[in-house]
């Protein structure tokens, strides 16, 4: 069974620090690109970041130079490291991956394979 797994949610206060990881069973990440998407009550899911199997990355703007995605083929894991986190970061997030081979990523939310979805909440 074909399986993502989240943890590292929680709660932090602003300008903290949290780290999302996402473990996958069932299937090798080593030609998948990875992703890490957010939703907000009432808003559209969106991507936050993405990396292709190549290593190049993908942030959205609201987030470059604040989160960083990683990921360790060995463990099958892949990661999102979120610094100075903001209250507008509050979400729940979802890590995604699709099998896309080479040197893109995308942010949309159009991939195969989901986790289930960790809370994050940004409040002092």
């Known amino acids: 069974q074909l399986q993502l797994v989240e943890s590292g949610g929680g709660l932090v206060q602003p300008g903290g620090s949290l780290r999302l990881s996402c473990a996958a069973s069932?299937?090798?990440?080593?030609?998948?690109?990875v992703g890490w998407f957010r939703q907000a009550p009432g808003k559209e899911r969106e991507g936050v970041s993405c990396?292709?199997?190549?290593?190049?990355?993908n942030h959205a703007d609201s987030v470059r130079g604040r989160f960083t995605i990683s990921r360790d083929n060995a463990k099958n894991t892949f990661y999102l490291q979120m610094n100075s986190l903001k209250p507008e970061d509050t979400a729940i997030y979802y890590c995604?991956?699709?099998?896309?081979?080479?040197?893109?990523?995308?942010?949309?939310?159009?991939?195969?394979?989901w986790g289930q979805g960790t809370q994050v909440t940004v409040s002092s």
């Open positions: 069932g299937f090798t990440l080593d030609y998948y690109a």
């Open positions: 995604a991956a699709e099998p896309l081979d080479g040197s893109t990523c995308s942010r949309r939310p159009e991939y195969d394979y």
């Open positions: 990396m292709s199997t190549s290593g190049r990355t």
